[in-house]
């Protein structure tokens, strides 16, 4: 987990925006795919002070919701609204 640390809004409220790399396995058409992605994602209050504290390389299960980076950017980013760490390997 890449993060550019934790800062404030306006109002604040504790913000997190950070980047995660996913690798699965997945079943698609009967077949079996690879599937690699990073992308970014951003955080809000409790979550995002939670977050904060994760160690870069832990394995995280992650629920949110999709929007649009902002008003005039319409950009996917992945709004964190819970979090679990995964047992290691």
Same mark, same amino acid.
């Given at each position: 987990m890449a993060t550019s640390g934790p800062r404030r809004t306006p109002s604040g409220l504790a913000t997190l925006r950070f980047q995660v790399k996913h690798t699965s396995t997945q079943q /698609?058409?009967?077949?079996?795919r690879t599937v690699e992605v990073e992308t970014e994602l951003v955080a809000f209050g409790p979550v995002a002070q939670g977050l904060g504290n994760i160690q870069p390389g832990a394995g995280l299960k992650l629920t949110g919701f999709i929007d649009r980076k902002g008003a005039r950017d319409p950009?996917? /980013?992945l709004h964190v609204t819970e979090f679990g760490i995964l047992a290691p390997e």
């Open positions: /698609e058409a009967g077949k079996t950009r996917l /980013e």
